[in-house]
């Protein structure tokens, strides 16, 4: 019996309709957090909450600007640190990485990709605030900046290698120099793919709560000195998210609404800027 | 600035192109440039090969770390640590046992859930769905790995647990009560609501290298299996998924690495209580939540130290499912590049 032919379309059938509900299982939660996130966060949105600082407990009102401010210094150290190491590793890789070293940089930053964002949070607290004696947004940006290299560095590779190689013999014919052809021709060419690669790493890390919980610590007031702690969006989410108030609940929706716009954003420019070709220069 | 150049090296010098006396007198000249641009070469490339290496020196900086600052911890409890389960910071007292079980028991129960659904993601979008759809769809999967995690842990405290509270739990109690991984309290915050969020922000990540090792599969194999009269069904499942295998499970481990190291939204929803249940619906606790809550609360030396090696053996677990996934991986997407450079 298992052999007949209407058992076997049968199991086919059936195959494919699990498939097709699996999908729509896994799009479940996303319509349902991004609907839920839409309905919350816009209730909860209004001007204060972008423009003012947090109120004491038990005061109502009050909002999250220092977090958002916050967030972008603590992301502006980040990408000082991340983002030129991660596209020199690319360029690395792409342009010399073709021998065993070059698989030995690949698989540690494979590895250095999956090492949890916490315990990168205690290593940029070991280096940066126990020698400060101070929490401070340096540690945060150090600890996110470690996070964005492997990412960066990794997609920087595949954007080079995509390159075609006679552009760079073009360059070398003309008498360019090595340096400048990775620079003027190879890193230009690819220049879209890598903007692409930044802001992708620029995503993930934007949202990342575990490493800020004990490097820039948070700070309920304004504060624009890396040497200080300061507060950061997700994680003033997470602390309103865990108290007992109602109205830190309904912030903690707002905040999480600008957050998840300032990552959905970002990454459908990427896909924008990546469906419109990245490579012209190329065939 | 760039193009002006290239320009200027385009144009013959019409001087040397006219009498080659001319050309010989340019030799000095360019041989100094070559001399100084081989220099930059070099320093070019020395500068990206520091690049390289402050990858190597990261990771390596990480390990120095963790170690250094644990010593403590590890000198007082040696490898009892990994096997008692009291946490008592007033008398000093550290075990990890009860984290190390409750990061792998919502591990695995993250897992159980997501593995038959990414694969299905997976098999649907790249084998069975009009080529229209593909796009979109693997967008939407993506946009899941985008949500950050005190996302999911705010959506998951709001939504999901009171529908667990109110629906699943007395649901599970009743008709599967007896296998004992449903008893006892229904709370809804607990190993289950934990392992259920898990599931949902690792099935892109499973779901994405499945899709990419699935289509490496070469297409000769499916035709070749359709060709001897095979159903769609029979295609996928001895065409494609017993060829991509073992790429499917290094999928799977590097989808558990995840799960293993994810901290916000676990700790929102775990319940964080060092205890060892055996149902699913009591609260647990993992060893990046501990790490959370309580590293900066964390006053005397024994107790951060105590809590760094909890992170020391975070990082070694996930350190090996990380790679051993790649190495399966590897085998399968660069197995030829990696065979051409040895």
């Known amino acids: 019996m298992p052999n007949q032919y209407w058992w076997r379309s049968f199991k086919d059938k059936l195959m494919v309709g699990l498939a097709g509900m699996a999908t729509l299982l896994v799009l479940l939660p996303l319509v349902a957090i991004f609907g839920y996130l839409v309905y919350r966060g816009i209730g909860a949105l209004n001007w204060n909450f972008l ?13 999250m600007a220092n977090a958002i401010v916050g967030s972008g210094l603590i992301l502006l150290i980040a990408s000082l640190i991340g983002v030129p190491m991660g596209i020199g590793t690319g360029v690395y890789l792409a342009e010399f990485g073709k021998k065993r070293f070059g698989y030995l940089v690949r698989f540690t930053a494979d590895v250095l990709n999956g090492v949890p964002s916490i315990v990168i949070g205690i290593v940029a607290w070991s280096l940066v605030v126990v020698y400060q004696r101070n929490f401070s947004a340096l540690a945060g940006g150090v600890a996110l900046g470690i996070m964005m290299v492997p990412v960066i560095s990794r997609s920087t590779e595949e954007m080079l290698l995509m390159v075609p190689q006679s552009l760079r013999e073009a360059a070398w014919g003309l008498g360019v120099p090595q ?10 060419t690819a220049s879209s793919g890598i903007i692409t690669a930044v802001m992708l790493s620029f995503a993930r890390v934007a949202g990342e709560t575990a490493p800020l919980l004990f490097t820039t610590l948070g700070n309920q007031f304004w504060n624009f000195n890396v040497r200080r702690p300061t507060a950061a969006l997700p994680l003033q989410i997470y602390t309103y998210a865990q108290s007992p108030y109602d109205d830190w609940h309904r912030q903690a929706w707002a905040g999480a609404f600008i957050l998840i716009v300032m990552i959905v954003v970002s990454m459908s420019l990427v896909r924008m800027v990546v469906s419109r070709g990245v490579f012209k220069g190329g065939n | 600035m760039n193009g002006s150049l290239l320009k200027a090296r385009y144009q013959p010098d019409p001087a040397a192109a006219s009498s080659p006396l001319a050309e010989t007198t340019q030799v000095p000249r360019r041989k100094i440039h070559l001399k100084s641009s081989r220099l930059a070469d070099a320093g070019f490339r020395y500068l990206m090969l520091g690049c ?22 590890l000198h007082a409890f040696g490898l009892k640590f990994l096997m008692t389960q009291s946490w008592d910071p007033v008398n000093g007292d550290f075990g990890a046992l009860a984290f190390i079980y409750g990061t792998l ?8 859930l997501a593995v038959p659904l990414s694969i299905g993601v997976a098999t649907f979008t790249t084998e069975l769905c009009p080529r229209i759809l593909r796009g979109p769809l693997s967008y939407m999967v993506e946009l899941l790995a985008a949500i950050p995690s005190v996302i999911y842990g705010l959506w998951g405290v709001f939504v999901l647990v009171p529908i667990l509270r109110q629906y699943v739990q007395p649901f599970l109690a009743k008709y599967f009560g007896w296998t004992g991984l449903f008893g006892g309290y229904q709370f809804g915050i607990g190993m289950l609501a934990a392992g259920i969020i898990l599931a949902v922000m690792i099935i892109p990540i499973v779901t994405s290298i499945t899709r990419e090792v699935m289509s490496a599969v070469p297409t000769a194999q499916r035709e070749g299996v359709l060709a001897i009269g095979a159903t769609r069904w029979e295609m996928i499942r001895v065409g494609v998924l017993r060829n991509a295998r073992t790429g499917i499970m290094g999928a799977i481990i590097l989808g558990l690495g995840r799960a293993l190291g994810e901290t916000i939204a676990v700790t929102m929803l775990i319940g964080n209580r060092p205890e060892i249940a055996k149902s699913l619906f009591a609260p647990g606790y993992t060893l990046a939540s501990v790490i959370a809550n309580e590293f900066s609360e964390a006053t005397e030396d024994l107790y951060l130290s105590a809590l760094v090696e909890i992170g020391l053996v975070l990082f070694a677990i996930t350190l090996l499912v990380n790679i051993v996934a790649q190495l399966m991986v590897w085998s399968i997407t660069r197995g030829s590049a990696r065979r051409a450079a040895v």
Request: net charge positive; no cysteine.
């Open chain 1, 51 to 63: 423009t003012k600082i947090p109120k004491p407990v038990g005061e109502s009102g009050g909002g």
């Open chain 1, 179 to 188: 340096w400048r052809t990775t620079l003027s021709i190879t890193l230009r």
């Open chain 2, 52 to 73: 390289a290496l402050s990858v190597l020196a990261i990771v390596v900086l990480i390990v120095r770390e963790l170690f250094l600052r644990s010593t403590l911890s």
């Open chain 2, 105 to 112: 028991v919502s591990s695995l129960l993250a897992l159980i």
